[in-house]
């Protein structure tokens, strides 16, 4: 029986494996590699995260997108320049080819659990047994759609996820619902590729991304609201260098923070790139969505108890992403019931198992547990390190059992 499979090949599935592989665990990762970056985010975005939070992560810490960056000569910088999705995704299958060369881009389609641990079923029809199974599946089965959209047929409504390529909209009109980086991105891509766009949100207000401010952040400033991977605040200073401190306080307090901290905030470029060319509906909640001359017509509630209504050639619902254990649909019933759950997502361990014993969450799914560090590529880093030592099940620090990394490969010759 295989010791660990891992499902997913996102910036946290391959962290672990590296990890996994780094330490001589054996393991089968499965998955298409940044799937979810090449797939299921818009062409033309950019990423919220600055470039030094923009990492996978294996043992050395050599990997990173400032080298790989630099020998493939595009330009970068730790702090104030955004990083494509473009360039994040190719350093992401870099990484895969270079420190996770064992990967199978392939989906499981089945997981359920077996005497001494579970039985896996993969796209190609083969099974195998492994005695322990982390999810590292991100975000994809956990697109939120607002039921109040439910009248609306699939030609008129989308969810942000299945839009890669928002040129197909130019010269129709398009509503964008959401006030986070997916609604902006997409209002502003779709804008820019010619589409009539007008945005709806509940928010009165867009809470734009703080700059940088980089090298004019004074001493006080720093001090006062000090740099961490998700932006500046002792609060995410906090949350990023001490997820265990806030594994270890009360569940309610954990989702209260988790639901609060770092709401929507779209980055700080994408302001240019919508004042003057998308209309703002703010302070606005859809009520009801119906078809109606083959348009989609929104019936939207104001704070002021008015009505109004917008129609549109399409819907697209940039309404973010919500884990829901009931949505991953390859887990078994039986599996799906036993995970204990607090708000839909699993309740884990310190060390990322859920109370089915050997199955374990990492990523959005464990923000709950670890904390909003958990909802981005920065705490793919703290995560690999973490669950590699416990797989590992010996307490002897990483390093003293390390194997050194190929490092004759490089970037160059990987991609
Ligand atoms: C619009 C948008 C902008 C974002 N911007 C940022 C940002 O700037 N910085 C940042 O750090 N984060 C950002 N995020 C969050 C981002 O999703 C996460 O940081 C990151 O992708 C998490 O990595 P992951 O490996 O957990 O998940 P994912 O990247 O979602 O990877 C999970 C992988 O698992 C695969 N998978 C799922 N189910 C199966 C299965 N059954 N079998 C095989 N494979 C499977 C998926 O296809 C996917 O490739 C953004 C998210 C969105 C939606």
Redesign the pocket.
């Known amino acids: 029986m295989l010791d660990v499979a891992v499902?997913?090949?996102?910036?946290?599935?391959l962290s672990i494996a590296s990890h996994l592989r780094a330490s001589g665990i054996a393991h089968r990762i499965?998955?298409?590699p940044?799937?979810?970056?090449r797939s299921h985010?818009p062409q033309g975005?950019f990423?919220?995260?600055d470039g030094f939070?923009?990492n996978l992560y294996e043992p050395s810490g050599t990997v990173t997108l400032a080298r790989h960056c630099a020998e493939h000569g595009v330009p970068y910088a730790d702090l104030g320049l955004p990083v494509s999705r473009e360039v994040f995704a190719d350093y992401g299958v870099a990484f895969q080819r270079r420190c996770v060369p064992n990967l199978e881009p392939v989906?499981?389609?089945g997981l359920e659990q077996e005497p001494g641990g579970f039985r896996l079923t993969l796209a190609t029809g083969e099974s195998l047994s492994a005695r322990r199974v982390v999810l590292?599946?991100?975000?994809?089965?956990f697109a939120h759609m607002p039921k109040q959209l439910a009248g609306l047929p699939p030609a008129l409504l989308s969810h942000?996820?299945q839009q890669p390529d928002l040129s197909v909209f130019a010269g129709r009109e398009v509503v964008v619902l959401g006030a986070g980086?997916?609604a902006l991105?997409c209002a502003a891509l779709l804008a820019k590729a010619g589409a009539t766009v007008r945005l709806v949100a509940r928010a009165p207000k867009i809470e734009f991304h703080e700059g940088p401010g980089g090298k004019t952040r004074s001493l006080l400033d720093r001090i006062r609201a000090p740099w961490s991977g998700l932006g500046p605040g002792w609060r995410s200073r906090l949350c990023t260098d001490a997820p265990l401190l806030f594994h270890a306080m009360p569940e309610r307090f954990r989702l209260l923070v988790v639901r609060k901290h770092l709401g929507p905030a779209p980055g700080w470029w994408t302001r240019a790139m919508v004042e003057g060319k998308v209309a703002f509906h703010l302070g606005q909640t859809v009520i009801a969505a119906a078809e109606r001359d083959g348009r989609a017509e929104l019936t939207l509630g104001g704070a002021d108890g008015t009505r109004t209504t917008l129609a549109a050639d399409h819907v697209i619902a940039a309404t973010g992403?919500r884990p829901d254990m009931a949505k991953l649909g390859?887990l078994s019933p039986s599996i799906r019931e036993a995970i204990r759950t607090a708000e839909d997502a699993p309740v884990l361990s310190r060390n990322f198992e859920s109370s089915v014993p050997g199955l374990y969450f990492?990523?959005?799914a464990a923000a709950n547990s670890f904390g909003p560090v958990s909802?981005?590529?920065?705490g793919?880093g703290f995560t690999a390190r973490r669950l590699a030592r416990h797989l590992d099940g010996r307490w002897l620090p990483a390093l003293a059992r390390r194997r050194p990394m190929q490092e004759a490969v490089s970037f160059a010759d990987a991609a």
């Open positions: 499902v997913g090949a996102g910036p946290y599935g499965f998955g298409t940044m799937q979810t970056w985010m975005m990423l919220k995260s939070a923009s989906d499981v389609t590292a599946v991100g975000i994809r089965h942000s996820s980086a997916s991105d992403y390859f990492v990523g959005l909802r981005f590529a920065f793919a």
